[in-house]
């Protein structure tokens, strides 16, 4: 039985079965594989649990499973190799400086994990009366003048929160950036370009009260995950601030357009009611919000470095939406990377200390350091 559990598990590292359900599988198998792989192999090698004239069945059983569990780590320590030179190419020498590098305390027992320690809130914009909006602030440890993260968090546009991955903001907190978790009004009820507009007024808030947060109001870094990374991409764009240093985009769309032309409502996400929901109709209804929302249309030349992360097994947001950016990046010469994980899904960081948590990690503090350290 436990062989077979195992293996059941281990499927999922290689087979992709769209259903949310499986993504929750597919995210545990990915992203805590390793660890489960360790006892079955001690299980197979002692042989516990496996007797009688099965026996020989359950110990390849258990080998083969822990041989697949073990795929995303093998795939990392391929990306891990080859990053610092990539980072250093697109971003400079800065961003292989001082950067977190694979822990294998923290890949394997959990260990390093930042707690968290203290989140201010802020009311930053009051759009409706009963109705204002947040930013859910962590003030850099040991710093004035600090660099300041915006985070801009998913959720289809119509959900998420604004303090999820708290563990993330507490880790760059102890590096010494100030992280804003910025709320932003949510679809159906409030459209694009509503979101942009509210990272417009965050950072001019942000700016306001730079001394009393003990941030620098001339250096800001946009960060977005999945519908975040979207307003993230668009807003850095669109509001062209030369106080935004960075964009960064994780698991994101870019080209409203194309994900129209892919979204059907049988979908696991039914995202053609979540991008109906978000712009205003289809595109022949609300063609300015459907364009005025994707980055790869609008970006040029003057737009700030941007870092993109996408796991290519990716099914609520295909990786080709970060693909086919960072080739428009490319075109008009904007500084970029794109890092792209092969074992991995749709929050592949919701785990922090796993493989795709371990490469996120050296990648962020790199591009940090690169475009927004002192």
């Known amino acids: 039985m436990v062989a077979i559990l195992c293996a059941l598990l281990a499927l999922h590292v290689v087979v992709l079965i769209d259903t949310r359900l499986n993504w929750q599988f597919t995210l545990l198998a990915t992203e805590y594989g390793h660890r ?122 119509e959900n998420g929160s604004a303090t999820e991955f708290s563990n993330w903001s507490a880790s760059w907190a102890s590096q010494g950036y100030a992280v804003a978790c910025v709320e932003y009004r949510l679809a159906p009820r409030h459209q694009w ?94 063609a300015e919000n459907y364009r005025g929302a994707s980055a790869f249309s609008t970006a040029d030349s003057h737009l700030c470095p941007t870092l993109l992360l996408h796991g290519t097994r990716d099914t609520f947001v295909w990786n080709m939406q970060s693909r086919r950016f960072a080739q428009r990046l490319g075109k008009l010469g904007v500084a970029h990377q794109l890092i792209e994980l092969p074992w991995a899904v749709h929050g592949f960081d919701w785990p922090y200390d796993g493989p795709s948590g371990q490469i996120t990690r050296e990648a962020i503090d790199g591009f940090l350091h690169a475009v927004a350290a002192d």
Not at 46 to 67: K, P
Not at 81 to 107: C, D, I, K, Y
């Open 36 to 157: 489960i792989a360790i006892p079955a192999l001690v299980l197979a090698c002692t042989g516990t649990f496996l007797r009688g004239r099965d026996a020989h069945a359950g110990t390849a059983l258990l080998f083969g499973s822990a041989l697949v569990l073990l795929i995303p780590v093998w795939q990392m320590g391929n990306i891990t190799r080859r990053l610092p030179a990539e980072m250093q190419a697109a971003f400079g020498e800065r961003a292989t400086r001082g950067v977190h590098r694979m822990s294998l305390t923290s890949l394997w027992l959990g260990l390093g994990k930042p707690a968290v320690k203290r989140i201010e809130e802020f009311v930053y914009a009051k759009p409706e009366k009963n109705d204002p909006l947040r930013i859910h602030f962590f003030r850099a440890e040991q710093r004035v003048a600090a660099p300041c993260i915006i985070v801009i968090h998913g959720g289809g546009w």
């Open 193 to 286: 370009p509503a979101p942009r507009e509210d990272m417009r007024q965050a950072l001019a808030w942000l700016k306001a009260h730079a001394d009393e947060l003990d941030i620098d109001a001339t250096r800001f870094v946009l960060l977005g995950r999945s519908a975040g990374g979207q307003i993230a991409s668009a807003s850095a764009v669109d509001l062209r601030d030369p106080a935004i240093r960075g964009c960064i985009a994780i698991y994101a769309p870019h080209d409203m357009m194309f994900a129209r032309r892919f979204a059907f409502e049988s979908d696991v996400l039914n995202s053609l009611r979540l991008l109906r929901n978000y712009l205003g109709g289809d595109p022949e209804e609300a």
